[in-house]
Nanobody, 116 residues
């Protein structure tokens, strides 16, 4: 079975930083594209950043320049380094794994709150 576990969220002050982690089990990690999504209350879930099997990366407009997505295949882990956080980043963040043949698996989500 596919299992994705997010960690590293919490409460941070505006301008601060957090690093999210997503540990995958039940998959051959290097066969999967990975991504981070987020969803704030009352809003649609949106893509934050993606990293493909080959290491290609892309970001949403709000994330670009502030966030960095990375993966460590030896640890079956994907990361999202978030800097210069602001209140608009407050959301539940979700890990997504997509196999090269298609099909999505989601983590349970982890809360990030940016507040003074």
């Amino acid at each position: 079975q596919v299992q994705l576990e997010e960690s590293g969220g919490g409460l941070v002050q505006p301008g601060g930083s957090l690093r999210l982690s997503c540990v995958a089990s039940g998959i051959i990690f290097n066969l999967y594209h990975m991504a981070w999504y987020r969803q704030a209350p009352g809003k649609q879930r949106e893509l934050v950043a993606i990293i493909g099997r080959g290491g290609d990366r892309d970001y949403s407009n709000s994330a670009r320049g502030r966030f960095t997505i990375d993966r460590d295949n030896a640890k079956n882990t994907m990361y999202l380094q978030m800097n210069s956080l602001n209140a608009g980043d407050t959301a539940t963040y979700y890990c997504l794994a997509r196999k090269w043949t298609g099909g999505d698996s989601w983590g349970q989500g982890i809360q990030v709150t940016v507040s003074s």
